[in-house]
């Protein structure tokens, strides 16, 4: 059917088709507008739009937007925003579960009608109490048997905003000795007086997650609700709601295992607090795990949904190494990023054997091997910017380790000359400020002359053509590999050396026109993108992607 890699669930589906079961599918991917979306949410993104695309179907996107209390319209459109930038469109099926607030009010009175919901008074902490707990049974509410009358009596004047907030909530009646917990009376409405981004006041009550999530499927006619393992044991209670509702349609609900990177912590509450409490500079902050944070980062939306397909889907959880989501960025950037040089902690070299005004113009391919990149045209002047790391005055360093520009000693510059370093010029304090050198004439394209001997290739941006940027380097923002196996301790892991700014880098010209989030390997650097919201006409703000390898010490 396709060439996407088979899983678990495209194996369900495939005989739900072949079976007539289906004729075609519907999933959907159900996010609560109470955060930024994360990887994890890319994964489901990836699982749910994929699977659709993959059999003919369609999927909905369905904001699960239960609770007025942490939902934002800002947090709906970025989103809508990050699903769309990931490549996967719901084409019109954009649906919010307070749309069925009505239908799922209905339905709520159905099941007081017939004796299986009932209004419960019990404060939360009595309500913990009769809950029982995993090895004892709960005991039944002193409220369970409310009439029918009364029952509806309660629950309109709940609607009405009769009652405060925590004063009652109506509860399925179901058993208080089940094993599984979630069958023990669950709560289906609450009261909440807050105004809702979609419904504004009309309702001062709130259906659970569990009672909206199985019927919303049904209303809209979703084939296979896919969620995340933590969810199976609430797929009896799906069930439960389904068998005993008239429902136009009977949706199943299949569990997969979460997505979990190590050196990273995937959830919302853990990353809203990095904002709220400016560990870092936003949700999309480049450090962060959201797609937003990936987005600004550089990683593309091929890179993330090639993860998606390498991590799999399947019920077997576990923590995947960030090495993998790594590899998976620097695959698709050695592919498809033109290369390009910049110098980052730059020192000048002068040439003693150019004139003032010399000016050549070499150009070199946007990339070894795809033509579709061009060329770039790198001029080349009398002055020179090269790294400071890449210079020492030490020739007796070993050639095989330093394979750079020695004083007194030849390098080949990328794309051009050879050079000899002569003479360095120094400051007051030591510091080297300048190298004299000479260009050795005939040596652009060629192979050194007798005598001449490069200790290696290094990089070089004009001093009088480069452009001036910002660079901002990133490295993990946890350095523990587990933050948050500690609870809410997972703040003590942040890598105080996440960010670093440079100011003052010096890029090749050819960047002039690089618009906001095109990607570039800057050779012998790493993959770096142009920041999407800082950079400004005169003023490249570029932030580090990855490096070329994987440095990391583990
Ligand atoms: P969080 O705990 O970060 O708030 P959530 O599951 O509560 O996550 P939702 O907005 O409800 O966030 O998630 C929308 C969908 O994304 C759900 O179907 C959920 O199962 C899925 N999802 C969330 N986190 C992951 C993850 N780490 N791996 C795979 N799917 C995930
Ligand atoms: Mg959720
Ligand atoms: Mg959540």
């Known amino acids: 059917m396709s060439d996407k890699p088979s899983n678990f669930l495209a194996t369900i589906i495939e005989e739900d088709l072949a079976s007539g079961k289906h004729d075609q599918i519907v999933t959907r991917f159900p996010p609560e507008p109470n955060g930024y979306l994360h990887i994890g949410h890319a994964k489901s993104i990836c699982v749910n739009f994929g699977l659709a695309q993959q059999f003919g179907g369609e999927c909905n996107l369905r ?40 239908q799922l009010y209905d339905w709520a009175v159905h099941l007081i009608n017939n004796g299986d919901a009932y209004v419960c008074h019990l404060n939360a902490d009595e309500a ?51 094993p599984n917990m979630n069958l023990r009376d669950p709560i289906i409405y609450r009261i909440r007086k807050k105004e809702h981004h979609q419904t504004g006041d009309k309702w001062c009550i ?12 049904a209303l ?44 990273t912590v995937t959830s919302k509450r853990k990353l809203k607090r990095l904002v709220d409490e400016g560990i870092v500079d936003g949700w999309d902050d480049p450090r962060m795990p959201t797609i937003s944070g990936m987005r600004r ?55 003693t054997n150019l004139p003032d005004d010399h000016r050549e113009v070499f150009t070199a391919p946007g990339h070894p091997n795809r033509d579709d990149l061009g060329e770039r045209e790198l ?66 394209g060629a192979d050194a002359p007798e005598g001449v001997r490069p200790r290696g290739v290094i990089h070089w941006v004009s001093a009088s053509e480069g452009l001036p940027a910002e660079v901002r380097l990133y490295d993990r923002l946890f350095n523990h590999e587990t933050p948050d196996r500690g609870g809410d301790d997972f703040l003590r892991h942040i890598n105080p050396e996440s960010l670093k700014v ?5 890029v090749e010209p050819s960047l002039a026109d690089a618009a906001p989030e095109s990607s570039f390997q800057f050779e012998r650097e790493g993959y770096f993108v142009v920041d999407r919201h800082e950079t400004k006409a005169g003023q490249l703000v570029l932030n580090k992607t990855i490096g070329l390898k994987e440095v990391w010490a583990r």
């Not at 904001?63 to 719901?90: C, M, R, V």
């Not at 099926?93 to 607030?101: G, I």
């Not at 997650?209 to 019927?215: K, S, T, V, W």
């Not at 440079?502 to 010096?506: N, S």
Request: charged residues 30%; negative net charge.
């Open 63 to 102: 904001f699960d937007d239960t609770n007025p209390e942490k939902e934002e319209q800002e947090y709906i459109d970025s989103i809508k925003a990050d699903i769309n930038w990931l490549g996967f469109h719901w084409k019109g099926r954009e649906k919010y579960t307070s749309d069925y607030f009505d």
């Open 128 to 178: 913990r109490e009769y809950r029982g707990t995993l090895t004892e049974p709960g005991k039944n509410s002193p409220y369970r048997d409310r009439s029918v009358e009364e029952n509806l009596d309660l629950f309109t004047r709940m609607k009405n905003g009769e009652f405060a907030e925590g004063e009652c909530v109506l509860r399925a009646k179901i058993d208080m000795a089940s």
């Open 206 to 217: 709130y259906p659970s997650y569990d009672f909206a999530h199985g019927q919303s499927d």
């Open 220 to 263: 809209e006619g979703i084939t296979h609700s896919i969620c995340t393992l933590e969810f199976e044991d609430h797929r009896p209670l799906y069930d439960w709601f389904i068998d005993k509702l008239p429902v136009p349609a009977k949706p199943r609900q299949y569990e997969f295992a979460r997505l979990n990177v190590n050196y």
């Open 297 to 351: 980062r550089g990683i593309t939306p091929r890179a993330l949904r090639n993860f998606a397909d390498m991590v799999g889907t399947s019920r077997a959880g576990g923590v995947v190494d960030l090495g993998m989501l790594e590899f998976a960025i620097r695959e698709d950037l050695n592919e498809n990023a033109p290369r390009a040089m910049a110098v980052l902690d730059p020192l000048k070299v002068v040439f």
């Open 379 to 444: 001029p080349f002047t009398k002055e020179i910017y090269i790294d400071r790391s890449d210079f020492n005055e030490d020739n007796t360093l070993s050639r095989k380790k330093f394979k750079r520009l020695v004083l007194g000693e030849w390098v080949r510059l990328r794309n051009a000359y050879i050079i000899h370093a002569d003479e360095v010029i120094k400051d007051d304090n030591g510091e080297i400020v300048e190298i004299r050198a000479k260009v050795i004439e005939g040596t652009v």
């Open 502 to 506: 440079l100011t003052g880098c010096i």
